[in-house]
């Protein structure tokens, strides 16, 4: 599930975090 949404970091990109079946929060970050 979805634990923080798509989030601008300003000229550094975006990112979110999401949990996954564990319980494991985990991120994903792009630049554009």
């Keep these: 599930s979805i634990v923080e949404a798509k989030t601008s970091m300003g000229?550094?990109?975006y990112y979110?975090?999401?949990?996954?079946?564990e319980g494991n929060r985990l991120a994903l970050y792009s630049l554009s």
């Design 16 to 21: 979110a975090t999401f949990e996954d079946t």
């Design 11 to 13: 000229d550094a990109g």
